[in-house]
């Protein structure tokens, strides 16, 4: 009977670099205004709900950023809308 080699777990944060897994693979960067907007709304919704996640804020933050790079608001909607959060 083989067993399985054991998996060390790390304690070394290092290992998991939190940038590179909160944006790969979330389709933000390719999304269609659309899908931008829809985020938007649930993120806002879910903070309006009382969820205080520290990483719900900058989520916000970048769809607002791309919601104005690509001239589908302004930056005084964004700016209406930061005061929300």
Known sequence: MSRRPAIELSDNEDDFPEQDWETEGSGLMNASADKLINQLYV????????????????????????????GLISEKEKKKLLVII
Do not use: T
């Open 43 to 70: 993120h806002l919704g879910s903070i309006k709900a009382g969820n205080n996640s520290i990483k719900l804020q900058p989520e916000v933050i970048y769809l607002l950023d791309s919601l104005v790079e690509n």
